[in-house]
Structure formats: C-alpha cells, structure tokens
C-alpha cells in the first residue's frame, strides 16, 4: 500500500500520539478516535436526489474541494475506489 503521509490543518489543532486527520490520496479524511473509522467529509451535492447516480464534493487535503461520483447507493469513489455511507460524513 503507498504511503498516506500526515494532514496538517495548522498550529491550533491539538496533537495526541492518534493521527485524528490524514491525506489519503489528496483527500482529507477525519476520525473521532483511534477505533474509529477514518471517514471523508462531503461538502455538497449535484441536484441529483438520493437514490440516483450524482457527483458531490469531498474536501481535499490541501483545503480545497473536488467532485467524484457518488452512486444510487449513496457511494463515492475516491482513488478508483467505492466507500459506503459510513465512510463519509457531510
């Protein structure tokens, strides 16, 4: 598996000995706790409704924002690959 590196979001977010964010793939991801699942952060959505193939927008590691496919399933595919509603939060 390639490296994921680390996720800097500046000197005011708190350090523990558990990564709580990370770049994976150019995109941010977030965790509650080290048992946790990491999960994405949706930031919006196309005018499609639930239930129907669609493009949302995941928030990038470098801050910024980028549209991937999002299913009739409700999966986005990130890096080729499809993650389930509990893998993203919006």
């Known amino acids: ?4 590196g680390t996720f800097d979001f500046g000197p005011d977010v708190p350090r523990s000995s558990v990564a709580l964010k990370r770049d ?3 995109f ?5 706790d080290e048992h946790s699942p990491w999960v994405f952060y949706v930031c919006g959505f196309d005018s499609t409704v639930t239930g129907e193939a669609g493009q949302c927008t995941v928030l ?3 801050g910024g924002r980028e549209c ?3 299913d009739a399933e409700d999966r986005i595919t990130i890096a080729g690959r499809k993650y ?3 893998h993203w939060n919006h």
């Open 60 to 62: 990038r590691a470098d």
């Open 68 to 70: 991937v496919p999002i």
């Open 28 to 32: 941010a991801q977030f965790r509650e």
């Open 24 to 26: 994976f793939h150019g």
């Open 84 to 86: 389930g509603r509990q």
């Open 1 to 4: 598996m390639a490296d994921q």
